[in-house]
């Protein structure tokens, strides 16, 4: 199905929906109201629905994370549906909501789910318009006001080295950033640290935001390492923020060792401590359910924006070789010694090749892979 994507914008969800329209914007406002929320956002999926010739047919799907707000009813998350859809559809209001989810943002767990919700008063009136093509507004998205502001002082702050800037990320439970040991390889390079923590891609992401918020980052493109490609990942087709705005030709996100499917080993809490370290407690987003409920919410259009390395030891070595001896009982053949190969592919994404007798950290049977200065040289914008 088409994609028509509600970026930026229980657990309980009633199977009622109301219907509002904004003519002026080509929005259909379709607001679900929630029960005992117990956080202040969700991740939200519905596929929409129309009418063609007296026939329900599909439209797109709308989804990202939503907001609880407080109206004259109770509270209420919004889906915003772009009624270009419908006119590329040939499809009319009133509109039918199926499949519909809302998921917790750290765990990715199905909180509230509907085979079908109608919603009331959205047999709205369109536009006399023929669409013919999938514009980037009806995949991502109206840009909001804050953004465009965001992309003004981009343009006018060119020169002032505050745009254009590389962000590197590290991964779970790392006490430092390792891309530092390479610093002299990058150019304009910010390294986020936030040691010793176990946190959800999102809650990593909105850190990382946050991050480049407060050195006044207007635009910039990341570089992940491990768990940091994953959270660059959630960044970008979650919310609005200088990594859209970057002015850097050619890659926006790009990894190194990262388990976007997750670890085939990282099932409990004894074999998650021996790979990922310990003492940080457990990660659901780099065990293999958490990353597939992850990954179903990422779009084709920004999974296509990434760019993924990885390494392995020597794979030809006979009887055999490894990076870490204590875990190569635990992990798929072949891997890094934290990350198998086979989980470290996104889907969707461009993958770059694999470079052998490279290790994902350092006190592994070889180097660490972000030593790897011509990778480094890639990697470097």
């Known amino acids: 199905m088409k994609t028509c994507p509600s970026k930026k914008r229980l657990t309980f969800l009633l199977n009622i929906g ?16 929630v029960v005992s929320p117990k956080r202040s956002s969700y991740r939200a999926y519905a596929e929409v629905y129309g009418v063609k010739d007296d026939v329900l047919v599909p439209v797109c799907w709308v989804g990202g994370v ?23 559809a040939g499809a009319t209001g009133p509109l039918t909501l199926r499949d519909v989810r809302l998921q917790d943002l750290d765990t990715g767990v199905i909180l509230s789910a509907f085979e079908e919700v109608h919603v009331e008063g959205s047999n709205v009136a369109l536009a006399d318009t023929i669409v013919t093509e999938i514009t980037e507004e009806m995949r991502i998205g ?68 946050d991050f480049a918020d407060t050195r006044n980052l207007y635009s910039y493109s990341l570089i992940g390492h491990s768990q940091g490609g994953p959270v660059s990942v959630q960044l970008l087709n979650y919310y609005w923020s200088g990594l859209d705005a970057t002015t850097t030709s050619g890659r926006r996100i ?17 074999s998650f401590g021996k790979i990922f370290g310990v003492g940080c407690g457990k990660n659901a987003d780099l065990t293999m ?14 999974r296509q924006q990434t760019f993924f390395y990885t390494t392995t030891y020597e794979r030809d070595n006979f009887p055999g070789d490894w990076c870490s001896l204590p875990l190569q009982a635990l992990l798929s053949w072949p ?15 461009t993958n770059l090749g694999n470079t052998e007798k490279w290790c994902h950290t350092e006190d592994m049977h070889y180097t660490a892979q972000y030593y790897d200065h011509a990778r480094n040289f890639q990697l470097n914008p």
């Open 289 to 302: 359910d958490g990353a597939s409920l992850w990954l179903t919410g990422i779009s084709q259009y920004y």
């Open 254 to 270: 790009q990894s190194v060792g990262s388990p976007y499917m997750g670890c085939s080993a990282a099932g409990n809490a004894a």
């Open 335 to 349: 891997n890094d010694g934290t990350t198998e190969l086979q989980k470290a592919t996104l889907p969707g994404a």
């Open 142 to 209: 109206r840009k909001p006001q804050k953004f465009l502001e965001r992309l003004s002082a981009v343009q006018n702050l060119t020169e002032t080295g505050l745009v254009g800037q590389l962000v590197l990320l590290h991964g779970y439970c790392s006490d430092r950033n390792p891309w530092q040991v390479s610093a002299a390889d990058f150019t304009s390079g910010h390294y986020f640290v936030n040691p010793k923590a176990s946190i959800s891609n999102d809650e990593f992401a909105r850190k990382v935001s």
């Open 18 to 33: 109301v219907a509002s329209s904004d003519l002026d914007s080509g929005r259909i406002i379709v607001s679900l109201p």
């Open 66 to 88: 939503v907001e609880v707000q407080q109206g004259k009813e109770g509270l209420y998350v919004n889906l915003e549906v772009d009624s270009q859809w419908l006119l590329l």
